[in-house]
């Protein structure tokens, strides 16, 4: 399968842990998308890469969360001290870019469903 | 936050019958596109049509887009039972940079036998 694969699937975790998400995109794509779903929501984008550059984050991306790229292929959500209400499906998705410009079809994973007790 | 919202929030019909739902957004876009979100499984794209696009069809989807209004609507033709899911219109923003979706709360249509 070639597709956007997610690990784990499911996490959980007491108030206060550290969790770290990884997503492996698809092969040749060079953007990777992170994005938080909670229940009857439409995802909400958090950040997005461009190769290893993080070039937008949203005001949502709190300073307890952090993502990297190192080397422009797989990517890690950090999600430091978490708290009750950061229990979400956090997705990841992918999209080839060619030159600038904004919009593309993303690929997406199956998501990590993280549960915070 | 979110800038589009779908309507209606959920939607039932018989199979064979078609399927609108529409979506509204408030700022200029650079495109915008529908994905579906089925129970359990992630989301996958359906149809992107761009700002200066009015109309757009793949297969028994046809997606309009009247930016005067920043409205769209998605029609599915003929449903069918695997049709059941949540459907999401997502924009991307013009200008800027940015290359984040921004969703809807999504439509959840059941298609009933």
């Known amino acids: 399968d070639t597709g956007v694969s997610q690990n784990p699937r499911h996490k959980i975790t007491k108030r206060g842990q550290n969790v770290t998400f990884r997503c492996d995109p698809i092969?040749?794509?060079?953007?990777l998308y992170w994005y938080r779903q909670t229940l009857g929501q439409g995802p909400e984008f958090l950040t997005y890469?461009?190769?290893?550059?993080?070039?937008?984050k949203s005001r949502l991306l709190s300073d307890r969360f952090s993502a990297e790229r190192p080397k422009g292929s797989f990517s890690t959500l950090e999600i430091q001290r978490t708290e009750q209400g950061d229990s979400a499906m956090y997705l990841c998705?992918?999209?080839?870019?060619?030159?600038?410009?904004?919009?593309?079809?993303?690929?997406f994973g199956p998501g990590t469903r993280l549960t915070v007790l | 936050s979110q800038q589009g919202e779908e309507d209606p929030q959920a939607l039932s019909i018989q199979e064979g019958e078609n399927a609108t739902m529409n979506c509204s957004y408030k700022t200029s876009i650079n495109n915008l596109q529908w994905y579906r979100q089925n129970s359990g499984r992630g989301l996958v794209h359906l149809i992107l049509i761009r700002s200066n696009e009015r109309e757009k069809h793949s297969g028994r989807l046809r997606v309009t887009l009247d930016t005067s209004k920043k409205s769209s609507s998605l029609l599915i033709t003929a449903s069918r039972a695997a049709d059941t899911a949540s459907y999401f219109c997502?924009?991307?923003?013009?200008?800027?940079?940015?290359?984040?979706?921004?969703f809807g709360k999504g439509t959840h249509l059941i298609i009933q036998p």
């Open positions: 890469f461009q190769n290893e550059a993080q070039l937008e």
């Open positions: 997502a924009t991307a923003l013009s200008g800027g940079g940015a290359d984040g979706l921004t």
């Open positions: 092969s040749e794509h060079n953007r």
């Open positions: 998705a992918s999209s080839l870019a060619l030159g600038g410009g904004a919009g593309r079809e993303q690929f």
